[in-house]
């Protein structure tokens, strides 16, 4: 008999280790090659392993909530070739009358984050769902076909609370650490232990920007079908600056400072417990247009949990749209190995001093966290000061839609 084994992917460029948050599969199950076998969760991505064989799950290694590194041994397969003479003997009997089997349920209480994120949001009570997949197995398509038909089994505890019986809940909830909030825990952990963060922040009067903005948004609604934000104007000054400062586009290796050529922008997409950083690919040769159209993109794709790894790797910098939560003042903790992450803060109304006179103006604060092993603050402010300047001269003639 020949076992195959079944290894941890790598998922990601900078990615070294995975955690089984879930096996789609049990000992016994029948596979074909590119069949998702376990859902994988690591800092950069949540992504599904297919079997890189055809075959019977023989052996499964890796336990739930385990963490692998990339090349670890997770499961044996017993390939086809292996398998190939027991199926032949069921060929030669498939004209054999057989007795019905009773419908596999085994996996119907093997819930994925996507199913029990959709669950919750819609009060679906899975014990009364029908799975379509592997062993009965609930899939996002059972919910949303469950949603879209408006077929929602309440749950029990909505029904008691409807009916006016008190529920009796504990005054505590304890949650394990694992999956996508264990591997961001692991994360923030290391790049605070490992990196020596130091902090700036400056302000940019982005008035300008703003009524630019309020100009071209609603004709480039209709003309993109997707909404010209302030942070992909941000985002492409920052990658402009990062052109002319490129220091801080680097990353920390081994004791060596790399210095990218190619600017490219991670973003932070949160979405629930869940932190995903794609990358906006050489944003400094992107028009406004293209980075808005990016941004628009990875953002949905986070949200429905399409990311690939692609779409996760090759990260230089980061820029994270705090000001989105109203925040005013923030100290982002730095996306390891990177060597700086920018905090774009919530635009404010400030009455500001010009010519003697009040005036009120769109105040933004810019909070840079930098890793002072690759720069200091000589460099980082001038950075900051061009980022600025940027900001405040921006205008339709000199912006690149």
């Not at 599904?48 to 044996?76: F, N, Q, R």
């Not at 009773?102 to 984050?113: A, E, G, I, L």
Request: hydrophobic share 35%.
């Amino acid at each position: 008999m020949t076992r195959q084994k079944v290894t941890m992917p790598k998922l990601g460029e900078s990615v070294t280790e995975g955690t089984i948050n879930s096996w789609l599969v049990k000992e016994g199950d029948y596979v074909n090659k590119y069949d998702p076998i376990a859902e994988v969760m690591t800092d950069k991505v949540n992504a599904e392993v297919p079997s890189s064989y055809a075959g019977t799950i023989k052996e499964i290694v890796a336990k739930e909530g385990e963490t692998k590194a990339v090349g670890e041994l997770i499961c044996y397969i017993e390939t086809e070739e292996a398998i190939s003479s027991n199926q032949e003997k069921v060929e030669k009997n498939s004209d054999t009358p057989t007795t019905t089997e009773p419908k596999d349920n085994s996996m119907k209480t093997r819930y994925s984050p996507a199913v029990l994120k959709l669950a919750s949001e819609h009060n679906i009570d899975l014990q009364s769902v029908q799975g379509s997949g592997m062993g009965g197995r609930i899939t996002r398509k059972d919910i949303r076909q469950i949603i879209a038909n408006k077929q929602v089994p309440v749950s029990e505890a909505k029904k008691t609370v409807e009916e006016g019986t008190a529920v009796n809940h504990s005054e505590i909830i304890e949650i394990p650490l694992t999956g996508v909030r264990k591997t961001i825990a692991e994360n923030m952990v290391r790049s605070k232990t490992e990196i020596p963060h130091a902090w700036m922040t400056i302000e940019a009067d982005v008035t300008d920007l703003v009524t630019l903005r309020n100009n071209l948004k609603n004709d480039f609604k209709v003309r993109e079908g997707y909404n010209l934000t302030y942070f992909a104007f941000f985002v492409s000054v920052i990658a402009k600056a990062l052109k002319e400062y490129p220091q801080l586009n680097s990353t920390w290796k081994n004791d060596r400072i790399i210095q990218h050529k190619s600017v490219n922008i991670s973003i932070a997409v949160a979405h629930e417990d869940q932190l995903f950083v794609p990358v906006i690919k050489h944003a400094d040769e992107k028009s406004i247009t293209g980075i808005a159209k990016e941004i628009n993109v990875l953002a949905n794709k986070a949200r429905t949990g399409k990311l690939t790894t692609d779409d996760m790797q090759g990260g230089t910098f980061t820029v994270n749209n705090t000001g989105t939560f109203g925040s005013i003042s923030s100290m982002g903790i730095i996306n390891y190995p990177q060597a700086a992450i920018l905090q774009v803060e919530s635009i404010v109304k400030r009455p500001v001093i010009i010519d003697n006179m009040f005036a009120a103006r769109d105040i933004v604060n810019l909070s840079l966290s930098l890793d002072h092993r690759i720069l200091d603050g000589l460099i980082c402010g001038r950075f900051l000061q061009r980022v600025r300047n940027l900001l405040e001269n921006i205008n339709e003639k000199s912006t690149n839609i």
